[in-house]
């Protein structure tokens, strides 16, 4: 009898893979059960993350509008214009705590432009809020400038975690405050106990802000860098906190999608013990990042479970296989090969007839007399005689075409017939282009002959194409082709002629231009003559004394001359002397004003550009009795200005000022002039400052005096050109020319001029000059 048992070489091989295979398959369940816990366990994370980020965005955003509503009462507006009002301030107290106990907050609070609160709801509480300075928080910083804000942080009074919503609010007389609204984030908190997960709320730097276990608030993912901690105290976010570092330890990512999952456990030891796993997703709307962690413990029994399960099913269909592959052996053996020749001669026929009949190209089997043995289906398609419904089927035999042992040459036009003459020599043919016949019309083919070896004698494969739509295709790109050429004309016909209008729009503007320049420059010198013509009535009189002593000396001049005394007339002679030069000083000012400025620009000293326009206006001040003070700077870097235009400037500022102090009817008239260097992003820039104490200007006034033909005086004493002139040579050096409220109750002019780098020198005293530079300050009454 024979020994069916297994060779040994078979038994020791089950004996090593049998357990292998145990192994694998309880791997592979441990791994899908865990791969499938994690997944369900996933699920629900993401649900519960995605139900809580929206709970507290709807939370947070439902007291969003609280600020900007508060801003706009009445009360609170009022009172930032009169703070120190007991009662105001005790009002105003008690209706913030009333709106903050209808909006349901935990305190709202109003900020003055300085960072002082000055009314609170909790004014009655030990750590009232009023009092405290909070300008270093953000949320005061990003709304004092009329805009909205919000900041999370502690409180620096109570202590206690709170969302800040911060509006800016101003008063009727133009004073800035902040109103803020607090939330309390412990209500947050209430809300996640009832969840079977953890909950944390990190802020971008990795603190823990917001959690469901109270002893994981106020810690941190990763511990912070010293920059990082410094800037948090900057802005007191978390007080004097230590912030320390929660080490939860990281395992394994899952996802890097939107929503960050990973596995995370307290100590690096076991999985299962004090593990989570953790899923994250950024709201960047609030700039935090949301935490969900589940507990992995109670997936250990499911996992455990599957093994269990997947173990006793390996065994179970290993008994099986063992039993059944004894039955099968003999069976497959006897089935073996009648099957394999069968499948293979079928896939081999079937194979080859698929490729034939179903290939896109036409083929033709042609004998030595070039007549059809054999045409596929695609080649009785392009013929116009289609196969019949059985021969298309697979699995019936097919049918002879109709054109079958036909000659070839008659599928074609009578005129390239010659060009198949020679289809059935030894060597290929082709591709040659001819036309077929369908139904009596022509189609266009591409056709190629080969030599074909057959056991039926000799025979000639021929394959066919259609190439009607690659004709269509090439006669539509060549006509795209020229219609894209006649645009192209078209196209360059029409630049060619915005080309020429733009040109001509171009020299039209440079004209303009040119013209514009020039009728600038000759309001220019029109403003400068009509300010000569102001001072020149002042001037009269300084010349009407000179020639007075003038006449006086030469009479006694001529009286000592009579009488031989000699030293005396020397000594009226020289009086006479200084004087003609002291006049001749006067008109030489009147000179350099009228004349025309230059394009070049130098380095000019702001300091004595100003005393010669307080030289040229001697005249007016005297007669005003204006008190002059001036604060200057010493070593002040010159300017880069054109002299002549910088001149003009300082007449104009100083000539409109003496016209305001002119208004006032009682009052002594102060003209303060301040000149110092600023520093700024720019470089180096030198400031004049002009105050007077006349009327001032209104704030409507303040927008408009630099517009043109703008004045406040009456009928026929201005054009109102010279403030507009000044700000256009300001703006062409390079300079600022700005209107504001001065100090001193009138208005400021202020010109800032950059530096050219190069430092100013003090100027000698002319000779016999009436103004030394620098001129002493004046100080004269009105009644002198």
């Given at each position: 009898?024979?020994?069916?048992?297994?060779?040994?070489?078979?038994?020791?091989?089950?004996?090593?893979?049998?357990?292998?295979?145990?192994?694998?398959?309880?791997w592979?369940?441990?791994?899908?059960?865990?791969?499938?816990?994690?997944?369900?366990?996933?699920?629900?994370?993401?649900?519960?993350?995605?139900?809580?980020?929206?709970?507290?965005?709807?939370?947070?955003?439902?007291?969003?509008?609280?600020?900007?509503?508060?801003?706009e009462?009445?009360?609170?507006?009022?009172?930032?214009?009169?703070?120190d009002?007991?009662?105001?301030?005790?009002?105003?107290?008690?209706?913030?705590?009333?709106?903050?106990?209808?909006?349901?907050?935990?305190?709202?609070?109003?900020?003055?432009?300085?960072?002082?609160?000055?009314?609170?709801?909790?004014?009655?509480?030990?750590?009232?809020?009023?009092?405290?300075?909070?300008?270093?928080?953000?949320?005061w910083?990003?709304?004092?400038?009329?805009g909205?804000?919000?900041?999370?942080?502690?409180?620096?009074?109570?202590?206690?975690?709170g969302?800040?919503?911060?509006?800016?609010?101003?008063?009727?007389?133009?004073?800035?405050?902040?109103?803020?609204?607090k939330?309390?984030?412990?209500?947050?908190?209430?809300?996640?106990?009832?969840?079977?997960?953890?909950?944390?709320?990190?802020?971008?730097?990795?603190?823990?802000?917001?959690?469901?276990?109270?002893?994981?608030?106020?810690?941190?993912?990763?511990?912070?860098?010293?920059?990082?901690?410094?800037?948090?105290?900057?802005?007191?976010?978390?007080?004097?906190?230590?912030?320390?570092?929660?080490?939860?330890?990281?395992?394994?990512?899952?996802?890097?999608?939107?929503?960050?999952?990973?596995?995370?456990?307290?100590?690096?030891?076991?999985?299962?013990?004090?593990?989570?796993?953790?899923?994250?997703?950024?709201?960047?709307?609030?700039?935090?990042?949301?935490?969900?962690?589940?507990?992995?413990?109670?997936?250990?029994?499911?996992?455990?479970?599957?093994?269990?399960?997947?173990?006793?099913?390996?065994?179970?269909?290993?008994?099986?296989?063992?039993?059944?592959?004894?039955?099968?052996?003999?069976?497959?053996?006897?089935?073996?090969?009648?099957?394999?020749?069968?499948?293979?001669?079928?896939?081999?026929?079937?194979?080859?007839?698929?490729?034939?009949d179903r290939?896109?190209?036409?083929?033709?089997?042609?004998?030595?007399?070039?007549?059809l043995?054999?045409?596929?289906?695609?080649?009785?398609?392009?013929?116009?005689?289609?196969?019949?419904?059985?021969?298309?089927?697979?699995?019936?035999?097919?049918?002879?075409?109709?054109?079958?042992?036909?000659?070839?040459?008659?599928?074609?036009?009578?005129?390239?017939?010659?060009?198949?003459?020679?289809?059935?020599?030894?060597?290929?043919?082709?591709?040659?282009?001819?036309?077929?016949?369908?139904?009596?019309?022509?189609v266009?083919?591409?056709?190629?002959?080969?030599?074909?070896?057959?056991?039926?004698?000799?025979?000639?494969?021929?394959?066919?194409?259609?190439?009607?739509?690659r004709?269509?295709?090439?006669?539509a790109?060549?006509?795209a082709?020229?219609a894209?050429?006649?645009?192209v004309?078209?196209?360059?016909?029409?630049?060619?002629?915005?080309?020429?209008r733009?040109?001509?729009?171009?020299?039209?503007?440079?004209?303009?231009?040119?013209?514009?320049?020039a009728?600038?420059?000759?309001?220019?010198?029109?403003?400068?003559?009509?300010?000569?013509?102001?001072?020149?009535?002042?001037?009269?009189?300084?010349?009407?004394?000179?020639?007075?002593?003038?006449r006086?000396?030469?009479e006694n001049?001529?009286?000592?001359?009579?009488?031989?005394?000699?030293?005396?007339?020397?000594?009226?002679?020289r009086?006479?002397t200084?004087?003609?030069?002291?006049?001749?000083?006067?008109?030489?000012?009147?000179?350099?004003?009228?004349?025309?400025?230059?394009?070049?620009?130098?380095?000019?000293d702001?300091?004595?550009?100003?005393?010669?326009?307080?030289?040229?206006?001697?005249?007016?001040?005297?007669a005003?009795?204006?008190?002059?003070?001036?604060?200057?700077?010493?070593?002040?870097?010159?300017?880069?200005?054109?002299?002549?235009?910088?001149?003009?400037?300082?007449?104009?500022?100083?000539?409109?000022?003496?016209?305001?102090?002119?208004?006032?009817?009682?009052?002594?008239?102060?003209?303060?002039?301040n000149?110092?260097?600023?520093?700024?992003?720019?470089?180096?820039?030198?400031?004049?400052?002009?105050?007077?104490?006349g009327?001032?200007?209104?704030?409507?006034?303040?927008?408009?005096?630099?517009?043109?033909?703008?004045?406040?005086?009456?009928?026929?004493?201005?054009?109102g050109?010279?403030?507009?002139?000044?700000?256009?040579?300001?703006?062409?050096?390079?300079?600022?020319?700005e209107?504001?409220?001065?100090?001193?109750?009138?208005?400021?002019?202020?010109?800032t001029?950059?530096?050219?780098?190069?430092?100013?020198?003090p100027?000698?005293?002319?000779?016999?000059?009436?103004?030394?530079?620098?001129?002493?300050?004046?100080?004269?009454?009105?009644?002198?």
């Amino acid at each position: 009898m024979k020994d069916t048992r297994l060779p040994h070489h078979w038994r020791l091989l089950l004996a090593i893979v049998l357990p292998i295979g145990l192994m694998l398959c309880v791997w592979q369940a441990v791994a899908v059960a865990r791969s499938q816990s994690l997944e369900r366990l996933t699920h629900e994370a993401d649900n519960e993350l995605r139900l809580t980020a929206a709970s507290l965005r709807g939370q947070l955003s439902q007291h969003a509008y609280l600020p900007r509503l508060v801003a706009e009462n009445d009360q609170l507006r009022a009172f930032l214009d009169a703070p120190d009002d007991p009662s105001a301030e005790m009002a105003l107290n008690q209706r913030l705590d009333r709106m903050r106990a209808l909006a349901k907050v935990s305190d709202l609070y109003l900020v003055n432009d300085v960072g002082t609160t000055i009314a609170a709801s909790n004014w009655r509480s030990a750590s009232t809020f009023i009092g405290q300075n909070y300008r270093f928080r953000p949320y005061w910083k990003d709304a004092i400038d009329g805009g909205e804000a919000r900041f999370y942080g502690l409180g620096t009074s109570s202590g206690e975690r709170g969302y800040f919503f911060s509006a800016s609010v101003v008063s009727p007389r133009g004073r800035r405050g902040v109103v803020v609204a607090k939330v309390q984030i412990a209500a947050l908190e209430a809300a996640w106990l009832d969840q079977n997960a953890d909950i944390m709320v990190t802020d971008p730097h990795g603190v823990i802000f917001i959690a469901s276990q109270p002893d994981r608030v106020l810690r941190t993912l990763d511990p912070l860098s010293d920059e990082t901690r410094n800037r948090l105290l900057d802005t007191q976010r978390y007080a004097n906190q230590r912030l320390r570092p929660l080490r939860l330890y990281h395992r394994e990512a899952l996802s890097d999608l939107s929503t960050t999952v990973e596995l995370l456990q307290l100590t690096p030891g076991d999985l299962w013990q004090h593990a989570w796993l953790s899923l994250s997703r950024p709201l960047p709307d609030i700039g935090w990042r949301l935490h969900v962690l589940k507990p992995l413990a109670p997936l250990r029994g499911s996992i455990w479970q599957a093994a269990g399960l997947a173990a006793g099913g390996y065994v179970l269909l290993c008994l099986l296989a063992g039993l059944g592959w004894q039955r099968l052996r003999i069976l497959r053996e006897r089935r073996l090969f009648a099957e394999r020749e069968r499948q293979s001669l079928a896939a081999s026929q079937q194979r080859v007839r698929g490729i034939i009949d179903r290939t896109q190209a036409g083929l033709c089997i042609l004998d030595e007399r070039a007549h059809l043995v054999y045409l596929n289906p695609t080649a009785v398609a392009l013929f116009g005689s289609p196969l019949s419904a059985d021969a298309s089927r697979d699995d019936s035999p097919r049918q002879p075409s109709a054109r079958e042992g036909r000659d070839l040459r008659e599928l074609f036009l009578p005129a390239e017939r010659a060009l198949l003459d020679h289809l059935t020599r030894p060597r290929p043919i082709g591709p040659l282009e001819v036309h077929g016949l369908r139904s009596g019309v022509a189609v266009p083919l591409e056709l190629s002959c080969a030599p074909l070896p057959s056991p039926n004698g000799p025979r000639w494969l021929v394959t066919v194409f259609d190439v009607s739509e690659r004709r269509a295709q090439a006669e539509a790109l060549a006509q795209a082709r020229d219609a894209f050429e006649q645009r192209v004309v078209e196209r360059t016909r029409d630049l060619a002629a915005s080309n020429a209008r733009l040109s001509a729009e171009v020299e039209e503007r440079t004209r303009a231009e040119r013209e514009l320049r020039a009728t600038r420059d000759e309001l220019i010198q029109t403003a400068k003559l009509a300010v000569l013509g102001e001072l020149a009535a002042g001037i009269n009189h300084e010349l009407n004394q000179p020639l007075a002593a003038i006449r006086a000396y030469a009479e006694n001049a001529s009286a000592f001359l009579a009488r031989a005394q000699t030293p005396q007339v020397e000594s009226n002679l020289r009086q006479i002397t200084e004087l003609t030069q002291r006049m001749g000083e006067i008109s030489a000012q009147l000179r350099q004003f009228s004349r025309k400025s230059g394009d070049r620009l130098e380095a000019v000293d702001l300091a004595t550009s100003l005393d010669y326009a307080l030289r040229l206006l001697q005249p007016r001040r005297d007669a005003q009795a204006v008190d002059i003070t001036r604060e200057q700077s010493t070593a002040l870097p010159r300017v880069r200005a054109e002299p002549v235009r910088l001149e003009q400037v300082l007449v104009n500022l100083l000539s409109n000022a003496l016209d305001a102090l002119g208004d006032r009817p009682s009052a002594p008239a102060c003209l303060q002039l301040n000149l110092h260097e600023r520093a700024g992003s720019e470089g180096t820039q030198v400031v004049l400052e002009v105050h007077d104490n006349g009327p001032g200007l209104a704030p409507a006034q303040l927008t408009r005096v630099f517009e043109p033909f703008y004045t406040q005086r009456a009928d026929g004493k201005g054009l109102g050109l010279g403030l507009s002139i000044s700000a256009r040579i300001v703006a062409d050096l390079g300079g600022t020319l700005e209107a504001h409220p001065s100090p001193l109750g009138g208005a400021l002019f202020r010109l800032t001029l950059p530096a050219s780098g190069t430092p100013s020198q003090p100027l000698s005293p002319r000779p016999h000059s009436p103004f030394p530079h620098p001129p002493p300050p004046i100080h004269r009454s009105r009644h002198e």
